[in-house]
Structure formats: structure tokens, C-alpha cells
């Protein structure tokens, strides 16, 4: 495999691809079978400091992020393993030099959605140094195989079988968007074998994603979640 010689290489890699391609499952693939420290916060050097430490078994975190950072860098260096920052996005100019520091002294692997500023922020500034894997959708052929395998385990219709083109230009190539359709398909029965009828797929799937998305965010940022009863403060004039 391409990415297992790049690990083997100790080479810097950027995984891009827009949401839902699959990169996290790559990511997660790859560290199943080699050794990575894997840190899923990139917001800011505090929060990435948090992660690593509690991997690296580290108790004291008293200590201003400075020497935080700097005690990770030493760490770092003598487990000589790669660190894989997942789902970066907008990097600070802090965090970019952390990770500079870092791609200094060991490899960085960086899953992020593109390699331009308006998506890896301060980051881009660091992409020379890093061999780039851009994952593409999924084919025709591709989504075929996902469908017959849906249809021979009874989850989804089987006529979607007679309108796969039509089905891939909805999700577009996308694994996550392919899923989405499916456990749509799986709950109620569409007439895919008209243009109305798969745009009543498309608008349920968005609902559902949108739903799940707000849940996922009310989870991981719970003191962001709207309190009921809450009533919204008066407009100032």
C-alpha cells in the first residue's frame, strides 16, 4: 500500500478530500496496523496539548502551554513514532508552528479537507514538506457493488439496481452521502424510478444530516447547546 511505504519512508502525508469521502476511515485503517499517536483536536494548542498528554500518560498539567509544548517535543522525539492530527481545519498560527516543530523532529500526517488557506489555515504555509493523497469518489462501478450488496441483504429495495447512475449523481461519489441514501432507502420505500421520487430521497437524507450533525455538535459542545426555556435576549435599537 502507498500510505504503508510513505509510514515505512517516515514521510510527512496530507490527506485531503471533502467531507464524508472517507479519510478519517483511512486514518483509522492505517493506524490499525501501524503505530501513530493520533490527535483528533486542532483548535488550539491547549486543546492539542490536553489530547497528546493524556496519551503520553502525562498528569501534570499545571504548567503553562509553552512548556507543555515544549515537554511534548521531547516526548515527541523519543517515541520517534508519526503523529496524526484528524479533521484540521483553519489552523492557528500557534498550531502551525507546533506542528512545524513537530514535522521537525517526526513524521505528520494531516487529514484535512483541502491543502488551500481557506481550509487548512497557517497550515498551507507547511504543505511543501508533506507528500499529498487526495482520495477520490467513488465510480460508477463502485457504487453498483454498495447497492447489490445492500439489495442481496433485503436492507433496500431492489430496484435502485435498475437507476444506480441516478442514485451516484445524488451522493455524488460520496461513501457518507451513499450511506445516508441507503439507511433512507432501508426506512421507507421511494419511487427512485422518477425524478420527483428521488428528490423526496435527496430532501429526507439532508433533513436526517442536518439532524445528526446538531446532535454530534450538542454532544461534543454541550455548553453550546440552547437551554429550554432559554427566550432570546432584546434586540438593541
Known sequence: ?????????????????????????????????????????????????????????????????????????????????PIAFDQVAKATPRVTRFIGQLSDRVPVWIVCRSQYAQE??????????????????????????????????????????GYVTPLYHLCRGNPRMLEELLVELSARRYRVSNTAGRHLLEIDREIHSFERAMEESAQKFPDRAPHHGATDAPSEK
Open 1 to 81: 500500500m502507498q500510505l504503508e511505504k510513505l509510514y515505512r519512508e517516515g514521510k510527512h502525508v496530507l490527506i485531503t478530500g471533502p467531507a464524508g469521502i472517507g479519510k478519517t476511515a483511512l486514518l483509522r485503517q492505517t493506524c490499525a496496523h501501524l503505530r501513530f499517536l493520533v490527535c483528533e483536536e486542532s483548535t488550539s494548542l491547549g486543546r492539542i496539548c490536553d489530547e497528546l498528554e493524556a496519551q503520553a500518560g502525562f498528569r501534570d498539567r499545571q504548567q503553562k502551554v509553552v512548556q507543555r509544548k515544549n515537554r511534548l517535543l521531547i516526548y515527541a522525539c523519543r517515541r520517534g513514532e
Open 120 to 161: 487548512i489555515g497557517h497550515l498551507w504555509e507547511l504543505v511543501y514538506r508533506f507528500t499529498q493523497i487526495e482520495l477520490p469518489p467513488l465510480t460508477v462501478g463502485e457504487t453498483r457493488t454498495v447497492l447489490e450488496a445492500a439489495v442481496a441483504s433485503q436492507s433496500v429495495q431492489a430496484d435502485v439496481l
